[in-house]
């Protein structure tokens, strides 16, 4: 099998991973100004995505601007996930140069796609391939590729002589349990791994000692008048933010790009952890259906659960500057906040920085890790059916610190450069 790595390694961003020159998994950009992309477009027989964020999934329509238009496999969530960031990549970039498909590209994505269910094997470019439940968010991935027929054909080979590999490439995964999804329990048998690395560097607070501060946090601020600001990632931590604000009767609004991913999330139910709880939570929250309602909703005593969660855009850009000058009022940021974004200048210098003016900021900043991701203990649990098999570190800023950690107790790992081709 060969393997080559065209983005995500050594980066946080962009993910790639070219299989055999025919089976591409994930295609995604590295958000920035301007954005970075794979370091080379393959031509690929088929494409294969984990899951819908911007990250893996975000220029895929691109390759389908020739006559050769190459298959698409996903679960159902990630397919209308990936249909919903290319139309708002296309609004937000659509006329710049920086967009690397058109509106026609899009359309041509329902084409070529094909939905794929759970431990449902299927055949992509001569591969067999499974999807097992990641744990990320709805619908997320790993994915086992099993060339065995592909080095049959090659080689001639017999059924009980294939020669073939079987590649895990884990995309993003969390090993514990969030309220949208249950945590990953696959440990299907590999060959390779290729195993992402968010947080090797991180032991996660228990989940529910987060949801406690957050609560107490929240309902403090509440009770003194205050209105909460919850910058939130729109697939995956909204929902989140919403099951939790539910369970705890926390009166919440939600805005951005959330608004539609809640309503598609609840037609697949089979992909969250409990689709009655997530009614229920969709029930409780007050959808935000128009820009002219923001301005009355600051005033409010109430969480406002909002894209982005980085502060880089959306509707955080009117909501941040009415309730900025209050002490009294609140901003919880509920995930990473990657150097260089408004929402990391925000927790470091207690400065906002809106639509290019950068505001001072009284109301208080706080952070909590509701990570989606595997921590170090996580990623190390998980890689312990695997401390035979040749391992790849990727999707990380510390890639090489990990592949050395894991070497150090016997561990065949590595961390490839970008382009990297190898054989396994």
């Excluded at 920035?32 to 370091?39: A, H, I, T, Y």
């Excluded at 269910?117 to 999807?131: I, L, M, R, S």
């Excluded at 403090?220 to 919850?230: D, R």
């Excluded at 009655?276 to 406002?304: E, M, Y």
Aim: include cysteine; hydrophobic fraction near 35%; charged fraction near 25%.
């Amino acid at each position: 099998m060969k393997l080559q790595f065209l983005g995500g390694v050594r980066e946080v961003g962009r993910s790639a991973l070219l299989v055999n020159d025919s089976l591409l998994i994930d295609f995604g950009m590295l958000t920035g100004n301007p954005p970075q992309f794979p370091v080379s477009t393959p031509d690929p027989d088929a494409v294969v995505v984990s899951h819908g964020h911007l990250d893996h999934v975000g220029v895929v329509p691109s390759l389908l601007s020739g006559r050769d238009r190459p298959s698409i496999h996903w679960t159902p969530p990630t397919q209308e996930l990936a249909l919903t960031l290319a139309r708002d990549t296309l609004k937000l970039h659509g006329g710049s140069y920086d967009c690397p498909f058109t509106e026609n590209d899009v359309k041509r994505v329902t084409e070529v796609s094909q939905t794929h269910g759970y431990q449902e094997t299927f055949t992509a470019a001569g591969h067999e391939v499974t999807f097992f439940d990641a744990g990320h968010i709805p619908g997320s991935a790993h994915v086992l590729v099993d060339d065995s027929a592909v080095q049959r054909t090659a080689s001639n080979r017999t059924q009980s002589d294939d020669g073939g590999t079987r590649l895990l490439y884990t995309a993003d995964f969390h090993t514990e349990d969030q309220r949208i999804v249950a945590g990953t329990s696959a440990r299907p048998d590999a060959d390779v791994v290729v195993c992402e690395s968010t947080y090797s560097d991180v032991d996660h607070d228990p989940r529910a000692e987060v949801e406690a501060r957050f609560v107490e946090s929240v309902r403090g601020t509440l009770w003194e008048g205050g209105t909460v600001v919850v910058p939130a990632f729109a697939i995956g931590r909204t929902q989140e933010m919403l099951l939790v604000c539910e369970a705890y009767d926390i009166p919440c609004y939600v805005d951005g790009m959330g608004t539609e991913v809640t309503r598609m999330l609840r037609q697949h139910p089979g992909f969250v952890r409990d689709a009655d709880a997530l009614d229920r939570a969709a029930a409780h929250a007050r959808f935000v259906t128009s820009h002219g309602q923001r301005t009355r909703i600051a005033q409010q005593n109430a969480a406002i659960v909002t894209t982005s969660g980085m502060l880089s855009g959306g509707p955080t850009m009117t909501y941040i500057p009415e309730i900025r000058a209050n002490p009294t009022n609140k901003i919880t940021l509920t995930g990473y906040q990657v150097a260089g974004t408004p929402g990391r200048r925000l927790l470091d210098t207690g400065r906002a920085e809106i639509d290019g003016r950068v505001m001072p900021v009284s109301a208080r900043v706080e952070s909590y890790d509701f990570s989606a991701h595997a921590d170090h203990g996580g990623l190390r649990s998980f890689l312990d059916a695997y401390a035979d098999e040749r391992v790849f570190v990727v999707h990380g800023d510390r890639c090489e610190a990990f592949a050395d950690e894991l070497r150090a107790d016997g561990v065949d790992a590595r961390a490839p450069e970008l382009g990297t081709v190898a054989e396994v």
